[in-house]
């Protein structure tokens, strides 16, 4: 088991709601300074505010390209990561191609997670990549992970949060038996609200948790290792 | 009463879904062109295919630029827009800076769609204004009208169709009464799934639809002239 300590460690602390606002965005990053969260997740416009909250802390900046639909140019979500990394972005979720995917189009899918994931290579930034989940097929989940092994992708990643569901222990299972012997971790996000659900996903194999309830959930373990 | 042919005119012929596959948006824009619509439109992923499909007829391809949350920086959706109307989209439906306009931040949403705009009058390509209503404010969307006036934007439109809500005859009465005297159109969208809907936009100062339903609605309105 887990102390509360190492599960804050794993805990990317997430706002990605579009209203958000610079208040908000502050909020965030002092929870996850005084919890010691892994990082805070923001959307880009955010990145710069929350990189000046953060300067001396250890928690990371984590933003997001092609987001929530992945359904943008492949230069444009390399220039979107190039972007977000010099305003201080450490780590990068972004969402690959699903309509090129569900076309059959593997090239195009590689092409477009090799884009990110060179930028974020160069510059020593850890690349997740999220396949929606909710919208794959078993078979297309198991393609999406071969190519993000296959690209240099570090972790696979559940869900947006924005879309029909969340990430389940089954996916985590099928996600870490792909990835895991390359190497990879496994970002499970998208309707993890309690200590229950955040353990699910670390039994069936998560190494990362995107969640917007991070306080409430280590306040939970806190109050379980008493 | 608008004769269905001149409604067909007013429809963007929308499939923003992002598991939409390559023969979805073969069909939508086969759609498009037997029912004379004004557009289709879709994320840029397609919109080469979408205007190689298209090309000879009088059918134009709109795309998205920062879609659906406006969260991403202005360089990317300016350079989003460029490559877009590069790849052939003749007209760009731009999310606002939500978060900012929350913030108070008033000339970074204006900066924001000031860019996007730029690129498109340079263009000659049609710039939308999405400002996802159903998150805004009474006073938030009086204010995001007059920084599209202000910007040269060509559209105000009410929505992603992606958030907690759409078009509703009160918003678009009062974009009207924000735009129209500047001579931007008002775009609804989100939600509009039949006649009746479609009818109640126009009614209420609409000059463009954004819909997933326009064979229905078109079939509809053709029933109804009979």
Do not use: Y
Not at 73 to 81: F, G, P, Q
Not at 145 to 171: I, N, P
Not at 178 to 207: C, E, F, H, P, Y
């Amino acid at each position: 088991m887990l102390s509360p300590a190492q599960l804050a460690g794993l805990i990317d602390h997430t706002l990605l709601k579009p209203e958000a606002t610079a208040d908000d965005i502050l909020r965030l990053c002092r929870e996850a300074h005084e919890n010691a969260f892994c990082s805070v997740c923001v959307n880009p416009v955010w990145v710069a505010h929350a990189a000046a909250e953060l300067h001396g802390t250890p928690v990371k900046v984590c933003s997001v390209a092609g987001f929530p639909l992945g359904a943008t140019l492949t230069a444009v979500k390399a220039d979107e990561t190039r972007r977000v990394i010099e305003l201080g972005a450490q780590e990068v979720d972004m969402v690959l191609n699903l309509g090129a995917l569900k076309s059959g189009d593997r090239e195009l899918v590689r092409a477009d997670i090799a884009a990110v994931a060179n930028v974020c290579r160069q510059q020593q930034v850890l690349c997740k990549v999220i396949l929606e989940t909710c919208l794959l097929t078993h078979d297309e989940k198991i393609i999406a992970c071969q190519l993000c092994v296959e690209t240099g992708a570090h972790f696979v990643k559940t869900s947006t949060g924005f879309s029909t569901g969340g990430a389940t222990a089954e996916d985590i299972r099928l996600m870490a038996a792909q990835v895991k012997a390359a190497g990879l971790g496994v970002k499970a996000s998208g309707g993890i609200r309690t200590l229950a659900d955040a353990r699910a996903m670390l039994d069936a194999g998560a190494t990362r948790l995107g969640v917007s309830a991070g306080v409430k959930i280590l306040t939970e373990a806190r109050g379980a290792a008493r």
